[in-house]
């Protein structure tokens, strides 16, 4: 029976006619209760057993047809009525339990759920390293069905096939992924005591080897190895050691498997900045990854690691004497590939990325050393747009590498060095453009903007103030107004409009002259923004085309729907 509303129950009591009709008070409490609507799932969140008690209590109305008749559509229908909604809505449940540490919802739904079958590293993914034991305990005390104890083997060998013929009662299913979470979370207890009361059960060791060496833990992968486990044989496993500077793991592994084939573990550590495991890499690899370092450089510049690069550059000069090994030629394969992640000569693009990312002292270095050669200004990203280094640091608002640029003078900077190309003479600095501008006003980066037009002769478009328009940089746009003389374009109070910047499309309407399209109200309605949608109404003649409703209609903003319905003539699409 479902416990009434206090306020149905109140009001029931208060009229002694109705004290006989207890099932119209039942559907009337739940009729007004929405809270029983909530999946259970997202109920147990709220770790109230009284709240998953009283959704399945009102189960028991939606699966009578005699107590519903205004034909309402449930999901609670099939709570107690469909097998596959059950032991889909009983495992995400007893996950989110589990999760969660609460072991009084866990009881819960194994009572209430006796039939479905619990598939125990499902409930174990996402629980937290410091609360598996008592998790593992917890589902090991409700299992009904334990399997009688063993002989003691550790591991079963690595194949799924080889269960016992003796297995645990199928309700609770053991094995699988337990012990590569228990691997993950480093948990050596956890490990000991799933041998010791599953020990004939497969789990994937293989998996669980990979997990324990990802996080550092050798002794426990060579557990894994010593009883049923093949050897880790992607290079995947060495890709994220050198990635995360785990030395230790690298040289074990380097120890026991073939791994000269694993192109790219030198840009790997170099471009996280682990110097130690590069130079590892590279002396101990009789010189079959020294063809790496000139692609490392490039990935270590980038990412601003100048004591990483400065080593690398120093190797490289040293091997650009001594012949190449045909063993290099598959690594220079793959990277031409796309194999590499990041991986590139030094080149333009090296001294774009660091300056983007605002490393003085790295490109400092990197002019110092290669010299003009690094201002190509004929370097274009994927898209086709021309940028230059000095564009991208006003991009990102770095003003101290923009000021370093400004002050080079390449015409003089030739040092004697014959890879250093001389430029023509009317250039006197690294080229910038009027993209410099354009990106430091879409990010609002005011003082480097204010820095180009004092300093700098390229100015800027409209593009700049159309984006500053867009990235709600009212002060941004309001300075290039007033200093500038390219204004903007509709595009200005379009992008405004559409990200639901209503103070910057009231000052565009009261300060430009340009206006807006009908993109204005289409973006505002198709992003939720009503209040700017009924503003343009009011103030502007653009108004919006069918888009607007569509797309609102879309984003299941019905309030935005009815408004335009009532308000506009455009309607929808059918």
Not at 288 to 315: N, P, S, W, Y
Not at 402 to 421: E, M, P, Q, V, W
Not at 437 to 464: F, I, Y
Request: net charge neutral; hydrophobic share 40%.
């Amino acid at each position: 029976m479902v416990s009434l509303l206090l306020a149905v129950d109140l009001l029931f009591r208060s009229k002694p006619e109705l004290t006989s009709l207890a099932h119209v008070a039942t559907t009337v409490s739940v009729f007004l209760d929405s809270s029983v609507e909530l999946p259970l799932n997202e109920a147990c969140k709220l770790e109230s057993v009284e709240l998953l008690q009283r959704i399945w209590d009102s189960c028991e109305i939606c699966t009578n047809d005699g107590n519903i008749s205004d034909g309402r559509w449930t999901l609670r229908r099939y709570l107690r009525s469909d097998p596959h909604y059950r032991q889909f809505i009983f495992s995400d449940s007893l996950n989110e339990a589990m999760y969660r540490g609460n072991l009084e919802i866990g009881k819960w739904l194994l009572d209430h759920f006796k039939e479905c079958r619990v598939e125990v590293d499902r409930a174990l993914g996402d629980v937290p390293g410091e609360n598996m034991m008592k998790i593992l305990q917890f589902l090991h005390e409700n299992n009904t069905d334990r399997p009688r104890r063993r002989r003691i083997h550790y591991f079963n060998l690595n194949e799924p096939n080889n269960e016992p013929s003796e297995r645990p009662n199928p309700r609770m299913k053991w094995g699988g992924f337990t012990m590569v979470y228990a691997a993950q979370s480093r948990r050596h207890d956890a490990v000991w005591w799933l041998n010791h009361h599953y020990p004939d059960v497969w789990y994937n060791l293989e998996v669980a080897t990979e997990a324990a060496l990802r996080h550092g833990d050798i002794h426990l992968a060579e557990q894994f190895i010593e009883n049923g486990s093949n050897w880790p044989t992607e290079g995947n496993v060495a890709d994220e050691a050198a990635e995360k500077g785990n030395l230790p793991v690298l040289q074990w592994l380097l120890k026991q498997v073939e791994f000269e084939e694993v192109v790219g573990l030198v840009v790997k550590a170099a471009g996280n900045g682990h110097l130690q495991v590069v130079r590892w890499l590279i002396d101990h690899s009789g010189g079959q990854r020294i063809d790496e370092v000139r692609f490392a450089i490039h990935t270590t510049a980038i990412h601003g690691h100048l004591h990483v690069a400065k080593f690398l550059r120093e190797k490289e000069k040293k091997s650009t004497s001594r012949p190449r090994s045909s063993a290099v030629q598959p690594r220079v394969a793959a990277w031409e590939h796309g194999t590499w992640r990041e991986a590139a000569v030094v080149s333009a693009q090296t001294m774009i990325g660091a300056a983007r990312n605002g490393h003085l002292d790295v490109v400092k270095w990197l002019y110092s050393e290669y010299g003009v050669d690094l201002f190509d200004s004929k370097t274009k990203i994927k898209n086709g747009v021309l940028v230059t280094a000095m564009d991208a640091a006003a991009g990102n608002g770095h003003l101290d590498v923009l000021k370093y640029f400004h002050g080079l003078d390449i015409t003089t900077s030739l040092n004697g060095n014959a890879r250093k190309r001389k430029r023509p003479s009317n250039q006197t600095g690294p080229p910038c453009s009027q993209k410099a501008m354009d990106k430091a006003a879409a990010n609002g980066s005011l003082n480097v903007v204010q820095w180009l037009h004092q300093n700098r002769q390229e100015g800027c478009s409209t593009d700049a103030m159309d984006a500053a328009a867009t990235g709600r940089h009212l002060e941004m746009v309001k300075w290039l107004h007033n200093e500038r003389s390219e204004g903007c374009t509709s595009a200005a109070m379009d992008g405004a409009a559409t990200n639901g910047h209503l103070e910057v499309v009231k000052w565009l309407h009261n300060n430009v002259n340009v206006g807006c399209t009908t993109e204005a109200m289409d973006g505002a309605a198709a992003n939720g923004h009503l209040g700017i949608a009924k503003w343009l109404h009011s103030n502007r003649s653009e108004g919006c085309t069918t888009k607007a409703m569509d797309s609102a209609a879309a984003r299941g903003s019905l309030g935005i729907v009815k408004w335009l319905h009532r308000n506009r003539d455009e309607a929808c699409t059918k």
